[in-house]
């Protein structure tokens, strides 16, 4: 069930984030493994996904992958916005219960899958209608196996693939790819709630 409303529990975009001084939050923190690949809070490239996906809706009902998800809010928007089903990847088991935490804030379930985005297949991935990711081109390798993750997706047949990124240097290289082989557009994304975040939208439309 939703949370009831305390001081330490935001809201943006129809979604519940909790602050870092949340006694639930705090707590998983201090009995759980620190996540190792930066799946340690929440980034601002999830708000700027959010943002984007409030004036682009997704079909309902729709199949979802969220690559990196870390805490998982990009997850827990569609599933709550949109009815979608959505799958959560990351290959750092231990982003999973802080994203399953604020799930059950949101009341929704999210299905969880621990993998590396080179273990994926064209066959897995021509299973879901949607593929969304924010803030994972951190690295230059990253940019590099997202980038094959997109070219297996779009020939798989994935409907729509929606990154968002604050425009670091591997994010670009790869959205540059992306507009040249895959006809991808590239869209100014700029939020203020819960603060300030700036970066783009890389969009392919696969129908």
């Not at 001081?7 to 639930?24: C, D, F, K, Q, T």
């Not at 959010?50 to 199949?63: H, I, S, V």
């Not at 969880?112 to 990711?133: H, M, N, P, R």
């Not at 557009?185 to 439309?205: C, D, H, K, M, W």
Request: glycine letters at 6%.
């Amino acid at each position: 069930m939703p949370s009831e409303r305390s001081p330490h529990i935001r809201e943006a975009y129809g979604v519940v984030s909790l602050s870092s001084r949340h006694p639930e939050l705090r707590r998983l923190k201090s009995q759980q493994d620190e996540p190792s690949i930066h799946g340690n809070k929440l980034w601002g490239a999830c708000y700027l996904l959010m943002d984007y996906l409030t004036e682009r809706p997704l079909e309902r009902g729709c199949k979802v992958l969220d690559l990196g998800c870390g805490w998982g809010l990009g997850a827990i928007y569609c599933a709550k916005t949109f009815g979608a089903r959505v799958t959560a990847l990351d290959a750092d088991p231990a982003v999973f219960p802080f994203l399953h935490l604020l799930a059950r804030h949101n009341g929704v379930e999210i299905t969880e899958q621990v993998k590396s985005f080179d273990q994926l297949s064209s066959d897995e991935l021509a299973e879901y209608d949607v593929i969304i990711g924010a803030d994972i081109c951190f690295w230059e390798e990253l940019a590099e196996e997202v980038q094959k993750v997109i070219d297996l997706a779009v020939n798989a047949g994935v409907g729509q693939i929606i990154l968002t990124d604050p425009q670091r240097s591997p994010f670009n290289e790869m959205a540059d790819y992306c507009v040249d082989t895959h006809y991808a557009e590239l869209f100014q994304v700029e939020v203020n709630t819960p603060r300030r975040f700036t970066g783009s939208a890389l969009v392919i439309e696969n129908r």
